[in-house]
């Protein structure tokens, strides 16, 4: 954040400038590659290469990329073996379009376990995102100068990675946000950015940092406000999230803080007042965006409670609003999986994953294929499950913390030791809910149950209502000899949410029947 000066404005050209070009590479060469055009295994999305550097030095197109690996999976030969999978950069380089966890967006709490198709309304007035992108590529070439426009353009950059599942637009948003600073210090637009950024790289210190920051200048960002509750509940830091919360609902009420002030009730097991506030902020949408935004959390809240009819309404409500919004596609096939419809749920996260392949539906289409077991299903799972690691070292290469993914993700269906130092690495950094069951279950899958009871209890230790967390708990309280207490957890998660995973619901009744 120095002074802005020849090197900050050269280098804030070549964003737009690189930008602008690769844009039109990407049109010329989408044709016959997007969703659609061919088999589910060859449009299997994967990684894409960094962006280019400040120094200018371009890669080749990011959709170069995506064609190759997509050939590559049509013809059944992507990374076969897992060493090919940390083979080398070189090889990473040609895997496609990865993905930002939806993290330390506008509006969409950090751990929501949906994917991050959502686009912020508030992000250039809404509409058409990437139109509006180029907009004010073409604006800053002509104004170069303009704080505010930077900032904006920093801020799409980050929504931009959510929703295509592209990190590559990281540094360009950190680059335009550097330059709307080097302009205007202390901007408090372009600070609320930082934080955004931050928290979408899962650096939730430095969100914080930025946040408040942010707000030391304008105590009514909405922005801010909200990326700040985010920051804080991905710390941990529960009871501070909450006070959180009431300020910025008291400051600056509004969708973007209804959905973070139901999301930190549910984490403490108050359901209750989590639909309230969520039915609240549907009743205030005021936009399809926001309709379907908050319409999926109460789609959402209801699956994870076992309502599936509940949860395929809202879902419905929200596609009603935005009929390609990938969240409630995504949470319409977890719903339609454990409603029995399988064939449904597998279309539903086929087109998400074609889009915007994320860890959590890599990972679920993944264990949706193992659950069909038709032929080539097995097959077709490991590729998914390959993908999260080409995924990872992408993340990781654009300055995206991706432990937590690797350690769930890996945990099942990967290197188990890999998994374990991830979730380690993880716990290092903060103490969620979400740590603490991502790092019980990573111990269990390496033989580690007794050290793995206590971060086990951990997790379910606030109310959260999470099937998967009272599974991981039950299997390892039986498996440290807690026999009454892991059949009334495993008994609890089926209760909750007997569908709660395509692979996992079916362990947890095994396991149950098991120590009957």
């Keep these: 954040m120095g002074p802005g000066g020849q090197d900050d404005e050269q280098d804030g050209q070549r964003v737009v400038e690189q930008d602008h070009e690769q844009d039109g590479r990407r049109t010329e060469g989408a044709e016959g590659h997007g969703p659609g055009t061919g088999t589910a295994e060859a449009e299997s999305p994967t990684p894409s290469a960094p962006a280019p550097s400040p120094s200018g030095a371009a890669s080749s197109s990011g959709d170069e990329r995506v064609a190759a690996v997509r050939r590559v999976g049509a013809a059944g030969r992507l990374w076969r073996g897992r060493a090919r999978l940390t083979l080398s950069a070189a090889l990473l380089a040609v895997a496609l379009t990865g993905g930002a966890i939806a993290l330390g967006a506008d509006r969409v709490p950090a751990t929501a376990p949906v994917s991050a198709g959502a686009v912020d309304p508030g992000v250039l007035g809404g509409g058409d995102l990437d139109a509006s992108v180029t907009a004010l590529q073409t604006h800053l070439r002509a104004q170069p100068k303009d704080a505010g426009g930077w900032a904006t353009l920093g801020l799409a950059y980050v929504e931009q990675a959510r929703t295509k599942g592209d990190p590559s637009r990281y540094p360009r948003a950190e680059q335009a946000l550097r330059r709307s600073l080097s302009l205007a210090p202390g901007g408090d637009q372009a600070l609320a950015g930082r934080a955004a950024l931050a928290a979408a790289r899962h650096d939730f210190k430095d969100a914080l940092t930025f946040a408040d920051a942010a707000l030391r200048r ?61 039915q609240q902020a549907l009743s205030v949408a005021g936009s399809p ?70 860890p959590g539906p890599l990972v679920e289409l993944g264990e949706l294929y193992e659950a069909r077991g038709a032929a080539g299903d097995r097959a077709r799972a490991r590729r998914q499950y390959a993908l999260v690691d080409a995924w990872g070292a992408l993340a990781r290469a654009n300055g995206v913390n991706a432990d937590l993914d690797t350690a769930l993700a890996a945990a099942d269906h990967g290197d188990k030791r890999a998994a374990l130092r991830a979730a380690r690495a993880e716990w290092a950094r903060r103490h969620t809910v979400h740590t603490a069951d991502a790092l019980a279950w990573a111990l269990h899958v390496n033989g580690r149950d007794a050290e793995a009871l206590p971060f086990a209890r951990r997790a379910t230790a606030t109310g959260y209502r999470s099937a998967a967390f009272r599974y991981h708990r039950g299997v390892i309280e039986l498996a440290t000899g807690h026999r009454a207490a892991g059949r009334a957890s495993l008994a609890s998660a089926l209760e909750l949410n007997p569908g709660f995973s395509p692979l996992g619901a079916a362990r947890a009744r095994a396991a149950l029947e098991g120590a009957e």
């Design 289 to 358: 965006g926001d309709t379907a935004y908050v319409a999926t959390q109460l789609g959402q809240l209801a699956w994870n409670q076992g309502d599936y009819e509940a949860a395929l309404s809202f879902y419905a409500r929200a596609l009603a609003a935005d009929d390609g919004y990938l969240p409630a596609l995504e949470g319409r096939a977890r719903a339609r999986a454990a409603s029995g419809d399988r064939a449904g749920a597998v279309t539903d996260m086929e087109t998400v994953v074609a889009r915007s392949p994320l």
């Design 218 to 278: 304008n105590p009514y960002s909405e922005r801010a406000l909200s990326s700040r509750i985010d920051a804080l509940v991905e710390l941990g830091r529960y009871a501070d999230a909450a006070g959180a919360a009431r300020t910025a609902d008291a400051r600056k009420p509004g969708v973007p803080v209804f959905t973070r002030y139901a999301y930190v009730h549910e984490l403490r097991g108050d359901v209750t007042t989590a639909r309230r506030v969520l």
